[in-house]
């Protein structure tokens, strides 16, 4: 098995498991700190179903490093993101980037993009791009992400 089918069957696994625990537990995401930690927390799993398409290779040493630009705290009540004061620059833009995936994930512009994004990313080179993209976000985070990630997918067609 190679590498990457190895990275097809983990994140198959982990997006399996993200879906079926939102099923599960939605109603239970009102317990959560806050809505604006439910809207990051929602982004977030929308987020990760694009990362397994790109089937982004992930170890120890590769997921320590990417989370530097994460938010290392539960989002409050008034947290604005973008201008949540005791955040990095970078943290802000990876709040903002999962707050347009949550205000998107519902629409069908959406789902046709999650639709053809996974249709590209079968794509050795343009899953690889996609890897260089998803790796440059997370080490300098842009809330330019989404966009970038379309203008992928039209190239890629």
Same mark, same amino acid.
């Given at each position: 098995?190679?590498?990457?089918?190895?990275?097809?069957?983990?994140?198959?696994?982990?997006?399996?498991?993200?879906?079926?625990?939102?099923?599960?537990?939605?109603?239970?995401?009102?317990?959560?700190?806050?809505?604006?930690?439910?809207?990051?927390?929602?982004?977030?799993?929308?987020?990760?179903?694009?990362?397994?398409?790109?089937?982004?290779?992930?170890?120890?040493?590769?997921?320590?490093?990417?989370?530097?630009?994460?938010?290392?705290?539960?989002?409050?009540?008034?947290?604005?993101?973008?201008? %949540?004061?005791? =955040?990095?620059? #970078?943290?802000?833009?990876?709040?903002?980037? $999962?707050?347009?995936?949550?205000?998107? &994930?519902?629409?069908?512009?959406?789902?046709?993009?999650?639709?053809?994004?996974?249709?590209?990313?079968?794509?050795?080179?343009?899953?690889?791009?996609?890897?260089?993209? %998803?790796?440059? =976000?997370?080490? #300098?985070?842009?809330?330019?992400?989404?966009? $970038?990630?379309?203008?992928?997918?039209? &190239?890629?067609?």
């Amino acid at each position: 098995m190679t590498v990457d089918e190895l990275m097809e069957v983990l994140w198959e696994a982990h997006t399996g498991s993200i879906v079926y625990a939102m099923s599960i537990f939605t109603a239970e995401l009102i317990y959560l700190a806050s809505s604006q930690e439910q809207k990051f927390g929602i982004g977030w799993g929308n987020f990760v179903q694009i990362i397994a398409a790109a089937r982004f290779v992930t170890n120890a040493t590769e997921v320590h490093s990417l989370q530097v630009n994460l938010p290392y705290r539960m989002l409050n009540e008034d947290d604005t993101p973008g201008k %949540i004061k005791d =955040f990095t620059e #970078s943290m802000n833009e990876v709040c903002e980037a $999962m707050f347009d995936i949550y205000h998107l &994930h519902n629409t069908s512009i959406y789902r046709l993009f999650i639709h053809e994004w996974d249709k590209v990313m079968e794509n050795v080179d343009c899953r690889a791009k996609a890897q260089v993209m %998803i790796n440059n =976000f997370f080490h #300098s985070p842009t809330k330019e992400i989404i966009s $970038m990630l379309f203008s992928l997918v039209e &190239h890629c067609k």
